[in-house]
């Protein structure tokens, strides 16, 4: 009998569709993480925001993470420096539809494919991400307060 290479079950104790999808190698076009690392919904996730027949490529802004990005070609004069637009291809919030982020985008399985914010009103948990300003934050030390570790 054979054993899973992922969770050393036996392939009797997995369902048929999780057995091949333990089974494959592929990298995620999304994240760049092995198939493996992901859940089958996860993986559908990542795997539906890629366009399909789409120039597809990535860029890096400084020490960023890798984002993935759509080519576009403008109709300009050849050689121009604009004439290939890339366009960040984000993964988006099925409450909301505003952009994930990394964090969001990688537990999206875990969240239902919502945002934090989106994913709190619908747990009724409190969402304190952006709930004070930026100078207010740590103890305000942007406005001659203590500094505060």
Request: proline share 4%; net charge neutral; hydrophobic share 30%.
């Amino acid at each position: 009998m054979n054993r899973c290479k992922i969770c050393s079950l036996k392939q009797d104790e997995h369902d048929e569709e999780l057995w091949k999808f333990h089974q494959l190698n592929k990298v995620c076009t999304w994240c760049g993480k092995k198939s493996w690392k992901h859940s089958l919904e996860l993986w559908e996730i990542h795997q539906d925001v890629i366009p399909k027949h789409e120039k597809i490529a990535t860029i890096q802004a400084g020490f960023g993470p890798k984002t993935l990005v759509k080519l576009v070609e403008w109709n300009t004069v050849d050689g121009s420096p604009y004439h290939i637009e890339r366009v960040p291809i984000h993964i988006r919030c099925g409450g909301c539809s505003s952009s994930m982020s990394n964090t969001e985008t990688d537990l999206a399985d875990v969240l239902s494919n919502l945002c934090l914010r989106c994913f709190c009103e619908q747990t009724d948990q409190e969402y304190t991400w952006h709930s004070r300003p930026w100078w207010q934050v740590n103890g305000g030390k942007y406005n001659g307060g203590p500094l505060i570790h």
